[in-house]
């Protein structure tokens, strides 16, 4: 969908700002453009819909070099959205809405129309009270909102957003992700998202382009970008608590132990005491007869022989869903008494385990392969 | 409120003056002016203010556009700088120096009061569209709009405010230099000031300066009023803050 080769912006006091990039975005790609600032994501984001005219090299969008195209129709095309001073102050809410649609010469009905909708979308009640407000008159959440809603406008296939949330809040900003994320994979646009903050990008990312200094110092999906940085500048971006922020990237599914050991609940003690010393855990998980987890059996609670599970039961409720991301399930491991957690099916039937071995382990492998360089350094 | 009051007590006070002046009828050896040569003054007057205003609207605006280009970024501040300059010279040496040039009378007043008046209206034009956030400007431009449609959806919109305090503040000069005009017989309220002065008969002077006065606060008033309805409602100050 979008295309750099080679891709370079020298400006007229010399500075490379963009030293050949090259990136290929594909359709519903969400691409984000990350680094510090000054690295040249914003130049490289303004390349594209030539608000920033390319010193060498090449950009297509869906498969046209944008040279080649009228520089108005080009932005037509794709929308825009930029931190929350780019609203028009002397316009309605409505009227910043269809500024592209204007511009494309909809009939009145329909602009307000596509407005109404928009706002919907991005989670606000179109009232007719809302959509003649003024800038001025709104929340910072409300104007990101509006923001974004005017990006897409003209329903464009192609979304260029820099740096969209980054006058707000934390926890809005977080919000306002997620929501975004929603609307994403309702609406699948191609987007490139500047950004500099490593969370965010994370957080949003189908794939990172991570720059440095007018250059691409790594393209991969967040996963690989947190497990292998390609060098030391990519390394300390992405932070040294990188295997933390990958729990979030990492589903249940990954790390459970699909074949858990468990017990009936009407079993004996005995094989309860075996199975436990076999796979060295201190907690067991317990299921009734349909195979539904029901609780907990710990070693403390097995000192008197004799008797069954039953009786020594310890009933709990949280579960786990193989979907859940690793941060969550941490989040429940920790607040449980038994330190483990119990991954059910929509029926409440067992079907995995994790333990905070399992976790550890999972974690070493992925993300520890430079650890012996980062102590020689 | 007091704004007001205070106003119309001007107002009133100006106009109470003309009136009780006028009905004087004479002072002494000297008559005052009747009150249809009065009416025809002002007239003359306000022709000559509309006049000179017009001209200097028409290429003050224009002139003030070019200089916020970026093109001439470098001039422009230089002959901004120059048009403040040009308003420190009076008014008085300014009508003077056109009288020799062109000669007495109408077309030398409303030249002297166009020059003169063009400089706020440059200036302000120049500094509103200067002062339009280049990343709004940078937003237009990216959602596709031409560059006559960033002008004109983006940059005068925002401007506007600005650029009508210029022809507010002009306009109200120009009420005042028309006065000094009548000293070239341009006509106007100003030549029954001058008439005043030279006989030395302080009622025919204030008959001339009282309603020459109420016509530049009304005017002030009238003018702020077109700002205000000129001004889109998104740039007033917020009514109130809303919550998320």
């Known amino acids: 969908m979008i295309e750099l080769r080679n891709a370079t912006k020298v400006f007229p006091d010399g500075t490379r700002a963009v030293d050949g990039v090259s990136l290929s975005i594909g359709e519903g790609e969400f691409c984000i453009l990350l680094g510090p600032s000054g690295c040249g994501k914003t130049t490289t984001l303004k390349m594209i819909n030539r608000l920033v005219p390319m010193t060498s090299g090449e950009i297509f969008v869906g498969g046209r070099e944008i040279r080649g195209l009228r520089v108005t129709e080009l932005r037509r095309r794709i929308g825009y959205a930029i931190q929350e001073i780019g609203l028009f102050p002397h316009m309605t809410v409505a009227e910043n809405i269809v500024t592209v649609p204007r511009l494309l010469g909809w009939s009145k009905g329909r602009r307000r129309q596509r407005a109404s909708e928009l706002l919907e979308l991005l989670g606000l009640t179109p009232t007719r009270d809302f959509l003649d407000r003024f800038p001025s008159e709104l929340s910072g959440g409300q104007r990101q909102r509006v923001g974004v809603a005017r990006a897409l406008g003209a329903d464009p296939s192609i979304l260029l957003m820099d740096e969209p949330f980054g006058a707000i809040d934390p926890i809005t900003r977080e919000r306002l992700q997620d929501e975004f994320l929603r609307i994403q994979r309702e609406i699948r646009k191609t987007v490139v998202f500047v950004t500099h903050d490593i969370h965010e990008a994370v957080n949003l990312g189908d794939r990172i382009a991570l720059m440095r200094s007018g250059r691409l110092v790594q393209f991969a999906t967040p996963a690989l970008l947190l497990a292998q940085p390609a060098d030391d500048f990519a390394k300390g971006f992405v932070g040294a608590d990188r295997s933390l922020k990958a729990l979030r990237l990492t589903r249940v599914r990954d790390v459970m132990d699909p074949k858990p050991p468990f017990v009936g609940l009407d079993e004996g003690l005995e094989s309860a005491l075996r199975l436990m010393r076999e796979h060295k855990v201190t907690f067991l998980p317990v299921v009734d007869g349909e195979g539904r987890f029901v609780g907990w059996v710990g070693a403390a609670d097995l000192e008197r022989r004799g008797g069954t599970v039953r009786e020594r039961l310890t009933a709990y409720a949280v579960l786990g869903a193989p979907d859940m991301p690793l941060n969550e399930a941490l989040a429940l491991m920790f607040e449980s008494a038994v330190g483990n957690l119990a991954v059910t099916d929509g029926d409440r039937r067992l079907i995995g385990l994790v333990t905070f071995n399992r976790l550890f382990v999972f974690l070493q492998q992925n993300y520890e392969k430079t650890a012996p360089e980062e102590v020689a350094s | ?244």
């Open chain 2, 1 to 244: 409120m007091t704004r007001h009051v205070a106003f119309y007590a001007l107002l009133a006070i100006l106009l109470g003056l003309t009136g009780w002046m006028t009905s004087l009828g004479r002072v002494g050896f000297f008559t005052m002016a009747p009150p249809a040569k009065l009416v025809a003054a002002v007239a003359e007057h306000l022709e000559i203010v509309w006049i000179a205003e017009l001209l200097a609207i028409a290429a003050g605006v224009p002139i003030g556009f070019s200089l916020s280009r970026r093109s001439v970024r470098y001039v422009a501040p230089i002959i901004s700088g120059a048009a403040s300059v040009g308003q420190t010279v009076p008014t008085l040496a300014l009508v003077g120096i056109f009288s020799v040039l062109i000669g007495l009378g109408l077309k030398a007043a409303v030249i002297a009061l166009f020059v003169y008046t063009i400089l706020p209206i440059v200036r302000n034009t120049y500094a509103g569209l200067a002062s339009v956030d280049p990343a709004m400007k940078e937003a237009a431009r990216g959602m596709g709009m031409s560059r006559w449609q960033v002008v004109r959806r983006v940059e005068f919109p925002l401007a506007l405010p600005v650029i009508m305090a210029g022809i507010r503040t002009s306009t109200v000069l120009n009420v005042g230099s028309a006065a000094v005009a009548g000293m070239i017989g341009a006509g106007g309220l100003g030549e029954i000031i001058m008439t005043g002065v030279s006989v030395r008969v302080v009622e025919l002077v204030l008959q001339g300066a009282a309603p020459t006065a109420a016509l530049a606060i009304v005017l002030d008033r009238l003018l702020e009023a077109v700002t205000t309805w000129a001004t889109p409602r998104g740039l007033r100050v917020p009514q109130h803050e809303q919550g998320t």
